[in-house]
């Protein structure tokens, strides 16, 4: 399989799995207190976040669909030229974790580009959380790896 498709493929399956766990965290966990998993160290707690990772920029919404929404266009325009499996998880990861959060910043209350992302994992010491964005922090950890290994994600062709 080219890199590239794989990628479109791992995309496809974080925000398949991203979405069916929101719907999911809506319908079971917005009327419930936190639902202790694993004691105090795993949660599951419903919030709705206007802001980024962290909560950082709350009522930014706007700002981060736009650039999301530049993100996303930015790695279609590129895919077809990934050459590197390893970086086509790192786009597809990226990419399917974009999506997941963008699905709720287009589609959530309180309006249509503004809508509110929904979070539902707590760890200990750590902000409330969801798959997408697990999604994009674990392709920000193999992007470092990558670029500390020197792979690029495009090989040039030698025309030699």
Request: glycine fraction near 8%; charged fraction near 15%; charge should be positive.
């Amino acid at each position: 399989m080219r890199p590239w498709r794989s990628l479109y493929l791992i995309a496809w399956v974080v925000w398949l799995i991203d979405l069916g766990t929101k719907v999911w965290a809506e319908k079971v966990l917005s009327t419930r207190a936190n639902v202790e998993v694993l004691g105090s160290f795993l949660q599951l707690t419903f919030i709705r976040n206007s802001g980024a990772a962290f909560s950082i920029g709350t009522g930014k919404t706007i700002f981060f669909t736009i650039f999301a929404l530049i993100v996303l266009i930015l790695i279609t325009r590129y895919a077809p030229q990934i050459t590197s499996k390893g970086w086509a998880v790192v786009g597809g990861l990226l990419l399917g974790g974009i999506l997941g959060n963008l699905t709720d910043r287009i589609f959530r209350e309180p309006s249509f580009l503004q809508g509110h992302v929904i979070d539902w994992i707590q760890l200990p010491n750590w902000p409330v959380f969801n798959i997408a964005d697990s999604a994009i922090v674990i392709a920000a950890a193999i992007a470092m790896i990558l670029t500390l290994r020197n792979i690029a994600p495009i090989t040039p062709i030698d025309k030699s």
